[in-house]
């Protein structure tokens, strides 16, 4: 279909397209609300700074589209196929987009709050600074997708795939991961406060400086995990894994450590709880404390 065909008909009140060929069609600009682009095939178009709210693109090929800035909100995109595509800035809030496949796409700043992607596929997908609060990402797989500065407060990560995932300076305060396979995952200067990671993997995990007050890690697995100069304050790290741990002049005042495997863990210049000092003797038992690095270590502070 010719593009002067598509918009002559669109401002006669037509909305349904499913299934046209607008393969490498200049779209830019264009206001299509509300239409039906099922099934259609527009690989490579360029749609930027489009107006396409509400529109719909189930199973539609938009391999390589260009749609930056393209204003999507509720839009529905289920098994679409957006692989490389390129959605920086893109206002995607309250869109649908349940087993899209967006690999290797680029969502930087994009905006898709309250959005809902389950199973969806994002492998090295590319989504700094990105808006993902309260976003569904259930089954979500983002391995090695780059997630630098996004905002990931209030998202659903269950059953998400993180393997090899950018969480640098992301802000996850309040996120649910219990369970959650991060093992080696770069979340330093990560904002983490109030989050949930109890019995999660974070094995070799970069946590350095990242703010974590008040975070569950109950039954966390930290071994040789990099927190230095971590904010712990009011941290849960019960029956914790920080068997050679870099805790060096992290803050874990007032935070709880009963039963935590402290083997080798480092924690020069730490600023440890009072309460350490109560749990001592069990430490020595339920966990091991054999030639744990205390010193330097503030006792005096908690």
Same mark, same amino acid.
């Given at each position: 279909?010719?593009?002067?065909?598509?918009?002559?008909?669109?401002?006669?009140?037509?909305?349904?397209?499913?299934?046209?060929?607008?393969?490498?069609?200049?779209?830019?600009?264009?206001?299509?609300?509300?239409?039906?682009?099922?099934?259609?095939?527009?690989?490579?178009?360029?749609?930027?700074?489009?107006?396409?709210?509400?529109?719909?693109?189930?199973?539609?090929?938009?391999?390589?589209?260009?749609?930056?800035?393209?204003?999507?909100?509720?839009?529905?995109?289920?098994?679409?196929? #957006? %692989?490389? *595509?390129?959605?920086? =800035? @893109?206002? /995607?809030?309250?869109?649908?987009?349940?087993? $899209? +496949? &967006?690999?290797? !796409?680029?969502?930087?700043?994009?905006?898709?709050?309250?959005?809902?992607?389950?199973?969806?596929?994002?492998?090295?997908?590319?989504?700094?600074?990105?808006?993902?609060?309260?976003?569904?990402?259930?089954?979500?797989?983002?391995?090695?997708?780059?997630?630098?500065?996004?905002?990931?407060?209030?998202?659903?990560?269950?059953?998400?795939?993180?393997?090899?995932?950018?969480?640098?300076?992301?802000?996850?305060?309040?996120?649910?991961?219990?369970?959650?396979?991060?093992?080696?995952?770069?979340?330093?200067?990560?904002?983490?406060?109030?989050?949930?990671?109890?019995?999660?993997?974070?094995?070799?995990?970069?946590?350095?400086?990242?703010?974590?007050?008040?975070?569950? #890690? %109950?039954? *966390?697995?930290?071994? =040789? @995990?990099? /927190?230095?100069?971590?904010?712990?304050?009011? $941290? +849960? &790290?019960?029956? !914790?894994?920080?068997?050679?741990?870099?805790?060096?002049?992290?803050?874990?005042?007032?935070?709880?450590?009963?039963?935590?495997?402290?083997?080798?863990?480092?924690?020069?210049?730490?600023?440890?709880?009072?309460?350490?000092?109560?749990?001592?003797?069990?430490?020595?038992?339920?966990?091991?404390?054999?030639?744990?690095?205390?010193?330097?270590?503030?006792?005096?502070?908690?």
């Amino acid at each position: 279909m010719e593009v002067s065909q598509l918009l002559r008909e669109y401002e006669e009140g037509e909305r349904e397209f499913t299934g046209v060929d607008l393969e490498g069609a200049d779209l830019s600009g264009v206001i299509l609300i509300g239409v039906n682009l099922s099934g259609a095939n527009l690989m490579g178009a360029n749609l930027s700074r489009a107006f396409l709210s509400r529109v719909k693109f189930n199973g539609a090929c938009l391999h390589r589209v260009n749609l930056s800035y393209a204003k999507m909100n509720e839009a529905q995109g289920g098994d679409a196929n #957006l %692989t490389k *595509a390129n959605l920086t =800035g @893109a206002f /995607l809030v309250k869109a649908k987009l349940p087993n $899209a +496949n &967006l690999s290797g !796409a680029t969502l930087a700043g994009a905006n898709l709050r309250c959005a809902s992607l389950p199973n969806a596929n994002l492998c090295s997908a590319n989504l700094p600074f990105s808006n993902l609060r309260e976003t569904n990402l259930t089954g979500v797989n983002l391995k090695w997708a780059n997630l630098v500065a996004a905002k990931l407060s209030g998202a659903n990560l269950f059953g998400a795939e993180l393997t090899g995932v950018n969480l640098q300076r992301a802000y996850l305060n309040g996120i649910k991961l219990s369970c959650v396979n991060l093992e080696g995952v770069n979340l330093h200067e990560a904002r983490m406060n109030g989050a949930d990671l109890e019995e999660a993997n974070l094995i070799n995990a970069n946590l350095s400086q990242a703010q974590m007050r008040g975070i569950r #890690l %109950t039954k *966390a697995d930290l071994t =040789g @995990a990099n /927190l230095e100069q971590a904010s712990l304050m009011w $941290a +849960n &790290l019960n029956w !914790a894994n920080l068997s050679q741990t870099d805790l060096r002049d992290a803050d874990l005042r007032d935070a709880s450590l009963l039963g935590a495997n402290l083997e080798n863990t480092q924690f020069q210049g730490a600023q440890l709880p009072q309460s350490l000092k109560l749990y001592l003797d069990l430490a020595m038992t339920c966990s091991n404390l054999y030639q744990a690095h205390t010193q330097k270590c503030d006792l005096e502070l908690g």
